[in-house]
């Protein structure tokens, strides 16, 4: 079945350094992509989005490219900020199946 | 805010015990998913609903159950309580005809029993 395999964490990373957390994923057809985040204490909130391969998702600097010869939508930041400390989740979500998430990557931005 | 609501946000309870989560979709959402974060934050998908009617089902035990009303609220019941089901509970809502069927996740239900 559809799955997501997401970089294992903990990722700790000094203020301002550049971010990356690798995601791959299997699925048959043409599933959207999705990168939630989860703060402390909080639910999850969808972060950035992709439908179509070559598509961008943008947010708060965050972004993520639908590559579907590397089946990957791997997320960056250029410049991280302490307020970036979270841990996020990489989805997919094939037609109106159940949405698959990956393990979750836990981010610790240092100042 | 994601427009889902949940309660309670905390409860905490025996073992053998049940309780009731609830949850509210956002206004036109007709689905509803439940889930399981544990403590090694590891998002489990528990049960689907759509409409009133049961979508999909995921790693749902026996003694937990799922309903939904036909004013779409939904809630888990979750019954003989064991140490391993302190988590969080997180429920989830989206619109089927949604461009990217992404979807709404509420603050959560954490459960702890003791």
């Known amino acids: 079945g559809d799955s997501v395999t997401q970089m294992e964490g903990p990722v700790t990373l000094s203020e301002e350094a550049f971010l990356t957390i690798n995601c791959t994923y299997t699925?048959?057809?043409?599933?959207?992509l999705f990168w939630y985040v989860q703060y402390p204490g909080e639910g999850l909130q969808l972060l950035l989005k992709?439908?179509?391969?070559?598509d961008k998702g943008s947010n708060k600097g965050f972004e993520a490219t639908y590559r579907k010869e590397t089946t990957s939508f791997h997320l960056e930041k250029g410049s991280v900020q302490v307020s970036d400390s979270a841990v996020y989740f990489c989805?997919?979500?094939?037609?109106?199946?159940?949405?698959?998430f990956g393990a979750g990557t836990r981010l610790t931005v240092k100042p | 805010d994601s427009g889902v609501t949940q309660t309670p946000k905390h409860l905490i309870t025996a073992t053998g015990q049940r309780v009731t989560l609830r949850c509210s979709p956002r206004?036109?959402?007709?689905?509803v998913y439940w889930y399981q974060q544990s403590l090694d934050q590891g998002l489990q998908f528990l049960i689907q609903?759509?409409?009133?009617?049961?979508?999909a089902k995921g790693n749902i035990l026996e003694r937990f159950s799922a309903q939904q009303f036909p004013d779409l609220h939904s809630e888990l019941n979750l019954s003989s309580l064991e140490l391993g089901d302190s988590a969080l509970y997180f429920c989830?809502?989206?619109?089927?005809?949604?461009?990217?069927?992404?979807?709404?996740f509420g603050p959560g239900t954490r459960l702890t029993v003791l």
């Open positions: 989830a809502s989206s619109d089927p005809s949604g461009t990217y069927n992404e979807q709404f």
């Open positions: 699925a048959t057809g043409y599933p959207s």
């Open positions: 992709a439908t179509k391969a070559d």
């Open positions: 989805a997919l979500r094939n037609g109106n199946d159940d949405m698959r």
């Open positions: 206004s036109g959402d007709l689905s």
């Open positions: 609903y759509y409409n009133g009617e049961e979508r």
